[in-house]
């Protein structure tokens, strides 16, 4: 299954902006504004934190963002905190004919 | 709230089928898809395919075309997902997710994976 390209780790110190990246193709990110990025704990089921490219769930905090540009969209979180240390993860839409929903490859979130 | 509560692990051999349970509760179950999505162990996450129990309409990945039926009991508000033919390749956690609904411009608006189940461990070894 093809998939989205996520960098497989990032890291950040407490307070600071990291920018996680999220590259697919015209069939998906870049054709439909239809992008979601999920937080997931060691264990656990994921959560829901941006959908639509940039609109936050309700409860999800403010330090969570979402952009687009092109085939490629990009989480940040800004003001790192501990509790941000977890899996990311992208999907799209996609409108190859194999599968409607396509995921990223996901990316570990140190906090050092 | 959204609460989908997932059947527990399974160990199968290969050739057998397993079947996994989400019960819904906290939204109208029969109005809107339920996907299925699985994850193996390190691996990402894979979309399987989606079911609107209410009408009967499903959508498989063709990645699991002919091996995979999505299924549903609105009596039950419960999903279910049956994969045969298992492999140890099919060795993974297997997630229910219902939408997430909001109302943008006085429209709503239904999102995909807003809440998920708690996943359901298949392991399938000889």
């Known amino acids: 299954q093809s998939a989205l390209t996520q960098p497989a780790s990032v890291s950040g110190s407490p307070g600071q902006s990291i920018t996680i990246s999220c590259t697919g193709t015209s069939s998906d990110v870049g054709g439909y504004n239809y992008v979601s990025w999920y937080q997931q704990y060691p264990g656990k089921a994921p959560k829901l934190m941006i959908y639509?490219?940039?609109n936050r769930p309700s409860g999800v905090s403010n330090r969570f963002s979402g952009s687009k540009s092109g085939n490629t969209a990009s989480l940040t979180i800004s003001g790192l905190q501990a509790e941000d240390e977890a899996d990311y993860y992208c999907?799209?839409?996609?409108?190859?004919?194999?599968?409607?929903?396509?995921f990223g490859g996901g990316t570990r979130l140190t906090v050092l | 709230q959204v609460q989908l509560v997932q059947s527990g692990a399974e160990v199968k051999k290969p050739g057998a089928s397993v079947k996994v349970s989400c019960k819904a509760s906290?939204?109208?179950?029969?109005?809107?898809?339920i996907h299925w999505v699985r994850q193996a162990p390190g691996q990402r996450l894979e979309w399987m395919g989606w079911?609107?129990?209410?009408?009967?309409?499903?959508k498989y990945s063709q990645n699991f075309q002919g091996r995979v039926t999505l299924t549903g009991d609105t009596s039950a508000s419960t999903a279910y997902m049956e994969l045969s033919s298992l492999r140890s390749e099919d060795t993974a956690v297997y997630y229910c997710?219902?939408?997430?609904?909001?109302?943008?411009?006085?429209?709503?608006?239904?999102?995909?994976?807003?809440?998920w189940g708690q996943g359901t461990l298949v392991t399938v070894s000889s």
């Open positions: 999907s799209s839409y996609s409108s190859r004919s194999t599968f409607d929903w396509v």
């Open positions: 997710a219902s939408p997430y609904i909001t109302m943008i411009e006085g429209i709503e608006r239904i999102i995909p994976f807003g809440y």
């Open positions: 639509d490219v940039s």
């Open positions: 079911i609107n129990a209410g009408n009967g309409n499903t």
């Open positions: 906290g939204y109208d179950f029969s109005k809107y898809a």
